[in-house]
Nanobody, 115 residues
Framework: QVQLVESGGGLVQPGGSLRLSCAAS????????MRWYRQAPGKERELVAA????????TYADSMKGRVTISRDNAKNTVYLQMNSLKPEDTAMYYC????????WGQGTQVTVSS
């Protein structure tokens, strides 16, 4: 079955960096674009970044553009999210997403930006 397992979240000070990982299994990873979303308490889930099958095309939310980089390693069935210059408003649960016939989500990894 399809599984998405996120890791790499944690507590970081403002201005710090984190690298999130999402390990995928149960489908042909290299055939699908991948996405990272986030959801802060009391807010709707929002798209953070997306990457094409080959990794050649990426898109980013305006709120994180210039501070975040999405990448993928098709040999490892893993998608990454490198986040820099983190702000308190980046605090959220971050989710990996794959759109196959249906939407699949990981369990999320918590990112907390606080001094």
């Amino acid at each position: 079955q399809v599984q998405l397992v996120e890791s790499g979240g944690g507590l970081v000070q403002p201005g710090g960096s984190l690298r999130l990982s999402c390990a995928a299994s149960g489908f042909i990873f290299s055939n699908y674009g991948m996405r990272w979303y986030r959801q802060a308490p009391g807010k709707e889930r929002e798209l953070v970044a997306a990457i094409s099958v080959s990794g050649g095309t990426t898109t980013y939310a305006d709120s994180m553009k210039g501070r975040v980089t999405i990448s993928r390693d098709n040999a490892k069935n893993t998608v990454y999210l490198q986040m820099n210059s983190l702000k308190p408003e980046d605090t959220a649960m971050y989710y990996c997403n794959a759109r196959l016939v249906q939407n699949y989500w990981g369990q999320g990894t918590q990112v907390t930006v606080s001094s």
